[in-house]
């Protein structure tokens, strides 16, 4: 099992940015990379949807909703994967929830609110 940790959200307004942040402090480092990590987002009233992915070698997966806006890191070294979100937009705004997957298993850290509004 691996505890995920979020962290970053908040309030910003149309065309800003914010980073946010997931660390799995209790993890093991080869049991880290071999996870490929994710970024999800739920908005009131929809189903639960893929922002990015990124697996262990850095390979990344975008939405087409974020594309060219969005950045998927990790630093195995650190157990951290981050999500730079530029240029954000209403509609970006959800409970974002950070992810790890391997063969199917899938673990979720508790979730951290991000809010695009003026």
């Known amino acids: 099992q691996i505890q995920l940790v979020e962290s970053g959200g908040g309030l910003v307004q149309p065309g800003g940015s914010l980073r946010l942040s997931c660390k799995a402090p209790r993890a093991i480092f080869s049991v880290f990379t071999a996870y490929t990590m994710g970024w999800y987002r739920q908005a009131p009233g929809k189903q639960r949807e893929l922002v990015a992915t990124?697996?262990?070698?850095?390979?990344?997966n975008y939405a087409d909703s974020v594309k060219g806006r969005f950045t998927i890191s990790r630093n195995n070294s650190r157990k951290q994967v981050w999500l730079q979100m530029d240029r954000l937009e209403p509609e970006d705004t959800a409970i974002y929830y950070c992810?790890?997957?391997?063969?199917?298993?899938?673990?979720w850290g508790e979730g951290t609110q991000v809010t695009v509004s003026s």
């Open positions: 990124i697996t262990s070698s850095g390979t990344s």
């Open positions: 992810n790890a997957e391997q063969s199917g298993l899938d673990y």
